[in-house]
Structures are given as structure tokens and as C-alpha cells.
T-cell receptor, first 113, second 111 residues
Framework: DAGVIQSPRHEVTEMGQEVTLRCKPI?????LFWYRQTMMRGLELLIY????????DSGMPEDRFSAKMPNASFSTLKIQPSEPRDSAVYFC???????????FGPGTRLTVT | DQQVKQNSPSLSVQEGRISILNCDYT??????FLWYKKYPAEGPTFLIS?????DKNEDGRFTVFLNKSAKHLSLHIVPSQPGDSAVYFC??????????FGAGTRLTVKP
């Protein structure tokens, strides 16, 4: 299996632009998680899905952030409009039945100037 | 609200010595604890875990200790190797709910 795939690996954009991060979970996994890593706060859970349904989005910073999972093999995290404080590494992870057995993707490093 | 805390952002040890990474948590309902390891430009990978019914779990050079009364867990690496240099995240979950991570500790093992 290819593991969790994230794209792009790096994204540089200007403040105010829309940013879309993509994730393909491991085939057969029914949980998908989006995390943000910053120096100050470490690894924060933003939102997670079970069987394509959002279960907990309490970690989403504000309305500028949205996430979708239209099918079992694809999810997006969108930031509109983006701000410099959104600069971070965003990770996607998936698991099969057990929340704590998560497999992480390589991350997307987002820089908003 | 940080339910899982790693108060040491960095740790440096000599090769061959013991590395001890610490983690504290506030939610007494957490029943499963994990350590993840992260190399630069890669996602975190699972290292070792422990259930709340145990106080110790060992896997080769890695041992995790859990002190439920103190809401504290630690990861011991003996002997430490340069390849162990990475960021280590402590994580905890309650049942099959979401997992909460600490901020991470950067371990540097010097040859």
C-alpha cells in the first residue's frame, strides 16, 4: 500500500488567497483525521471523519477553514481566505476501526505571505 | 485547552545513555496512550503504546511507563542511538474517540 498521500507537499500563497489541501487515505480505512503542526501548539487535531461523515470539527480554528470527504478515498481541507498565521504543516492521517492506530501522511507545508 | 502536555521542548543525550521523555495529561478518562516519532519532512509514525490497565510496556530499547495517579507517562530509550534523534509526540485517547497530542519533544542523541 502507498500509505496516506497528501498533496501538494509544499504550498506558498499570498494572504487572502484560497488554499486547498488534499488527502488520500489508506484504502479500507474508515477514519480520516486532519492535524496542524505549529511550533507553539504542536500537533493539533482540526477535524476527523468516520465513514466520510464529520464527527468532531471543534478543532477547526474558524469559519475560514472547511473540510470535506466526498468519498472514502479523498478528503480536502480548504482555507478561504488564507492568513499568515495559517502557516504550518498540515497532516492527514487515517485508521481502520481504531482511532489510536493512525497512519500519517508526509504533510503539506503551507506558507502564507 | 491542552489535555496532553510535554513540558520539555528539547532533550540532548549522549549516545549509549538513557533518554527519558516525559508527558503529563489532565483528562482522567484517557485510557490509551501512545508515543509517536517524527523525522523531518515526514509524518509521525507509531512507536509504542500502553493501555491504562498496565503501568509498563516494553519493546526492545523502548519502554513506556504509566503513572495513573500522577497522570504522567514517560518513554525510556536505552541505549540511545543517533538514529533516535527525532521529535517525539505523546498522545492519548478516551475509548475510541479522537486522539490528543502533546506539543512534542525534540531529542538529539550525540555520537
Amino acid at each position: 500500500d502507498a500509505g496516506v498521500i497528501q498533496s501538494p507537499r509544499h504550498e506558498v500563497t499570498e494572504m487572502g488567497q484560497e488554499v486547498t489541501l488534499r488527502c488520500k487515505p489508506i484504502s479500507g480505512h474508515d477514519y480520516l483525521f486532519w492535524y496542524r503542526q505549529t511550533m507553539m501548539r504542536g500537533l493539533e487535531l482540526l477535524i476527523y471523519f468516520n465513514n466520510n461523515v464529520p464527527i468532531d470539527d471543534s478543532g477547526m480554528p474558524e469559519d475560514r477553514f472547511s473540510a470535506k470527504m466526498p468519498n472514502a478515498s479523498f478528503s480536502t481541507l480548504k482555507i478561504q481566505p488564507s492568513e499568515p498565521r495559517d502557516s504550518a504543516v498540515y497532516f492527514c492521517a487515517s485508521s481502520n476501526g481504531l482511532v489510536y492506530e493512525q497512519y500519517f501522511g508526509p504533510g503539506t507545508r503551507l506558507t502564507v505571505t | 485547552d491542552q489535555q496532553v502536555k510535554q513540558n520539555s521542548p528539547s532533550l540532548s543525550v549522549q549516545e549509549g545513555r538513557i533518554s527519558i521523555l516525559n508527558c503529563d495529561y489532565t483528562n482522567s478518562m484517557f485510557d490509551y496512550f501512545l508515543w509517536y516519532k517524527k523525522y523531518p519532512a515526514e509524518g509521525p509514525t507509531f512507536l509504542i503504546s500502553i493501555s491504562s490497565i498496565k503501568d509498563k510496556n516494553e519493546d526492545g530499547r523502548f519502554t513506556v511507563f504509566l503513572n495513573k495517579s500522577a497522570k504522567h507517562l514517560s518513554l525510556h530509550i536505552v541505549p540511545s542511538q543517533p538514529g533516535d534523534s527525532a521529535v517525539y509526540f505523546c498522545a492519548a485517547s478516551e475509548g475510541n474517540n479522537d486522539m490528543r497530542f502533546g506539543a512534542g519533544t525534540r531529542l538529539t542523541v550525540k555520537p
